[in-house]
């Protein structure tokens, strides 16, 4: 399954970004990439996802991208998702964001909350979720089976064993040929063609947003780095992902954590040690209310389950593939 998981799909992916009408493809791989190491485990069983997490996750991706890319100091673009008009998704977030300053406020309105949701589902039923495994007009069911699409995703066997371990290759093809696909849309080409790499607009967390966490992590750590435990100067901080960015490259407010620099740059991209581990579950239990009312209201996704089942898939992979450990 893993070998006809990167011949069939991936290799659509690759030579696929001519054809598609829009980036719902890349936002439904991502996804549920990411829902099977949130709701999954490492078995070769088949895993029932829900369309309510799938149009979550493609409000995630998309929220951050429904802002205009602001380039030359003067001009702004927001990105257009397809070929012909704007994706409809992005449309509905556009209008949502004059309302809502951050994705959790709109969460808290459960009422519009829902009814985005609601809207989300239908379009990823009928669009992404429909076309995937389409290679030349013929469907290749080696995700999931279409017949079997109506209330819930049905990943069959062996597919979330798969996307749990090619995990770090999914995102990083994908988000490649996303960014790609942006920059060569007809739409988007005469003012990107020349512009530096997209990335860090698509999808890494603002600057503004990570000063914010840092303000909120520098109270609930009394100022004291994560990992030495010493006493950090105001500006030799920096927030770090515990469960580094390039392993799973989605914020949710557990996941931060204050260091100093020098802890900073020597952990990197590594993941901390056993013990720094159980410190980092330990300050999740304790201060879970403190995190979901203060950093919620930041923008980010604040489920310390979710958080938590991250953290064990990152470090059962890490053993199985003899990653190097930050031991502090």
Partial sequence: MGHSLKKSGLRQTRYGSGSFSSTYKFALLISLSRLAIEKGQDSCEGLALEYTDIAEKFIELYWKQAVPYTFNDEGQLILNQNNDKQAEIVNQIIKLRKIYSSLELLRRDSEEWLTLLKEVECTVKKMPVRYLQNINGQN?????????????????????????????????????????????????????????????????????????????????????????????????????????????????????????????????????????????????????????????????????????????????????????????
């Fill in 140 to 328: 290749f069911e080696f995700l999931y089976p279409l017949d079997q699409c109506g209330k819930q995703l049905i990943l069959l066997p062996q597919v979330m064993y798969c996307l749990r371990q090619f995990s770090e290759i999914i995102e990083e093809l994908c988000q490649k040929r996303w960014i790609d696909y942006i920059r060569k849309n007809s739409t988007n080409a005469p003012i990107l063609n020349q512009l530096p790499n997209l990335e860090q607009f698509m999808f890494e967390p603002s600057r503004n947003q990570l000063n914010a966490v840092a303000s909120v992590l520098v109270e609930l750590q009394e100022c004291k780095c994560f990992y030495c435990n010493k006493k950090m100067r105001k500006g030799s901080y920096a927030v770090d992902h515990f469960i580094p960015w390039s392993l799973y490259p989605s914020d949710t407010g557990h996941n931060f954590v204050l260091a100093d620099s020098s802890c900073n740059s020597k952990k990197s991209n590594l993941l901390a040690s056993d013990e720094f581990l159980q410190k980092w579950q330990e300050r999740n239990e304790e201060q879970d209310l403190v995190i979901v009312d203060r950093i919620s209201v930041l923008g980010f996704l604040t489920d310390k389950e979710r958080s938590h089942k991250v953290a064990e898939w990152a470090y059962t992979h890490a053993k199985e593939n003899n990653y190097q450990v930050w031991q502090g």
